[in-house]
């Protein structure tokens, strides 16, 4: 069986290289994580993880890092 992660890929300014990096899925109490469900109206039916994107990439070619900005569209 294959277990998939949610990831983000990115392509590396400096050489070209296409690169992917896991996301971060954060631990939560059951009372914090209750609260967040609320918060970003996720009924009770739904089910899935809260993700969070790395701050920062390091390209697995050419090993440039980068600051990572949110695209907000």
């Given at each position: 069986m294959i277990e998939l992660?949610?990831?983000y890929f990115w392509d590396c300014?400096?050489?070209?290289r296409e690169n992917f990096?896991?996301?971060i899925?954060?631990?939560f109490t059951d009372e914090d994580l209750q609260v967040l469900?609320?918060?970003h109206g996720v009924q009770?039916?739904?089910t899935g993880d809260f993700v969070m994107m790395p701050t920062n990439v390091e390209c697995g070619e050419c090993h440039a890092e980068f600051p990572v900005e949110l695209d907000e569209n």
């Amino acid at each position: 069986m294959i277990e998939l992660h949610p990831a983000y890929f990115w392509d590396c300014p400096e050489c070209g290289r296409e690169n992917f990096v896991r996301g971060i899925s954060p631990e939560f109490t059951d009372e914090d994580l209750q609260v967040l469900k609320a918060e970003h109206g996720v009924q009770p039916w739904e089910t899935g993880d809260f993700v969070m994107m790395p701050t920062n990439v390091e390209c697995g070619e050419c090993h440039a890092e980068f600051p990572v900005e949110l695209d907000e569209n």
